[in-house]
T-cell receptor
Framework: DAGVTQSPTHLIKTRGQQVTLRCSPK?????VSWYQQALGQGPQFIFQ???????QRGNFPDRFSGHQFPNYSSELNVNALLLGDSALYLC????????????FGPGTRLTVT | GQSLEQPSEVTAVEGAIVQINCTYQ??????LSWYQQHDGGAPTFLSY????GLEETGRFSSFLSRSDSYGYLLLQELQMKDSASYFC??????????FGKGTRLHILP
């Protein structure tokens, strides 16, 4: 049973560039949530996708956007990268649009220089 | 504002019992979840409480009191591998998922 997978593992970008991160949910899950985690902090909710629509959104600017595909996989796009966007980006999957029991992927470590 | 409060660090001895508390202030509440995260790893789901009371899963138990906006995670028979950060998380009425800042658990031999 495949768990949540994310790609790439690490990424280095320059300020102003754009980045796309990818996530495949755990088998049987249809809901994907994205989080940003700074070192020593808890995950910060970016948004959740269910039925190919953004259902909820945290306090992140419009530079952060996403997409969910019919196979439930998802992408997170960040435009006009800032130094402060450097963080671990986590994808979590769950079922039925809920977020009570989430399974996290290993994350993508994004460094903006 | 919405917030979850948990101690930043807790230290306990191997084989002992430790309790990690979490108080929350959110616009509505569906339930309280707990996650464990080892250094360099991803959070892993431990438990979820929607109703008041104690839920037990092996060495780990989680408690919720909705009237007190309070919950805790209880870890028994501590092992060195339990050294990690522990996060409480809630889903509010806007369906936003909010995590606490985490409690770093140090275990002494």
């Amino acid at each position: 049973d495949a768990g949540v997978t994310q790609s790439p593992t690490h990424l280095i970008k320059t300020r102003g560039q754009q980045v796309t991160l990818r996530c495949s949910p755990k088998s049987g899950h249809d809901t994907v949530s994205w989080y940003q985690q700074a070192l020593g902090q808890g995950p910060q909710f970016i948004f959740q996708y269910y039925e190919e629509e953004e259902r909820q959104r945290g306090n992140f600017p419009d530079r952060f956007s996403g997409h969910q595909f019919p196979n439930y996989s998802s992408e997170l796009n960040v435009n006009a990268l800032l130094l402060g966007d450097s963080a671990l980006y986590l994808c979590a999957s769950s079922s039925g649009g809920t977020g009570y029991e989430q399974y996290f992927g290993p994350g993508t470590r994004l460094t903006v220089t | 504002g919405q917030s979850l409060e948990q101690p930043s660090e807790v230290t306990a001895v191997e084989g002992a019992i430790v309790q990690i508390n979490c108080t929350y202030q959110t616009s509505g509440f569906y339930g309280l979840s707990w996650y464990q995260q080892h250094d360099g790893g991803a959070p892993t789901f431990l438990s979820y409480n929607a109703l008041d009371g104690l839920e037990e899963t092996g060495r780990f138990s989680s408690f919720l009191s909705r009237s007190d906006s309070y919950g805790y995670l209880l870890l028994q028979e501590l092992q060195m591998k339990d050294s990690a950060s522990y996060f409480c998380a809630v889903k509010d009425l806007d369906d936003k998922i909010i995590f606490g800042k985490g409690t770093r658990l140090h275990i002494l031999p």
